[in-house]
């Protein structure tokens, strides 16, 4: 999903803007296949500065002294960040985040204010919204909604379909109203996006920053694992 210069309100979160569905991309040939078991880099990227703190916490899983750093831009309303998620991830968590050999950081790059809203309730404690969520509540709130994609993003009331999903999660109403309309964690989320447009060279989704260099597009567990391999 390619970058759009903008950000986002309040009053657009709440009122349910509807995302645009991507086109998937054409198959592969084999021989094209094989090349892309070893990503092509997009770039070079400064770790150093990719890994100082930015305007929310991160939201990291693995060992802090993994020999492989992976920071992933994504927005929830993208469809190829779904693959990822539904595809790829939780095998690259299995072999190589809970192993030791990565460590795993998302980092919020909506492209819209259905995404901007998903990534809120995220960082959200939905017993106490006025917390920040920790880790082990972000990411299984992410692979749900990462799963359940299609039922609230191309949703006619996107409030509505959040909100019932929010619920599974354990948010109450008044809990997801409160996430929703806490304007410094929106101002956040959209610094985040900035910072990795204005000083990462980020704009489509998901992009990785990975020991230095930035890949674009959802990974296989064929191309990551190939690709971590050869960095360890």
Not at 102 to 110: D, G, K, L, N, S
Not at 134 to 142: E, I
Not at 192 to 202: C, L, N, P, Q, S
Request: negative net charge; hydrophobic residues 45%.
């Amino acid at each position: 999903m390619m970058m759009t210069d903008t950000t986002f309100t309040r009053r657009a979160l709440l009122g349910g803007v509807a995302v645009t569905a991507l086109s998937l991309a054409l198959p592969l040939s084999a021989t094209q296949a094989f090349a892309q078991e070893l990503p092509e880099s997009q770039g070079d990227v400064d770790m150093a500065e990719v890994l100082k703190p930015g305007p929310l916490p991160e939201m990291v899983i693995g060992e802090e002294n993994a020999p492989v750093t992976i920071v992933e831009y994504m927005s929830m309303t993208c469809p190829h960040c779904a693959t990822f998620h539904n595809t790829t991830f939780d095998e690259i968590k299995t072999k190589y985040i809970d192993t030791g050999k990565a460590r795993f950081i998302v980092r919020e790059f909506p492209f819209d204010p259905r995404a901007a809203a998903a990534f809120m309730l995220a960082r959200c404690n939905p017993a106490k919204p006025t917390e920040a969520s920790t880790p082990a509540q972000y990411y299984p709130m992410v692979s749900m909604l990462m799963k359940q994609q299609q039922t609230w993003a191309a949703a006619e009331d996107g409030r509505a379909a959040l909100l019932q999903m929010s619920k599974l999660a354990g948010f109450s109403q008044e809990s997801f109203q409160a996430c929703l309309t806490n304007q410094q964690l929106l101002d956040d989320v959209n610094a985040t996006m900035k910072r990795g447009a204005d000083e990462f060279g980020v704009s489509s989704t998901p992009t990785f920053l990975i020991n230095g260099k930035r890949y674009a597009g959802a990974l296989s567990v064929e191309s990551m694992s190939a690709l971590i391999d050869s960095l360890l």
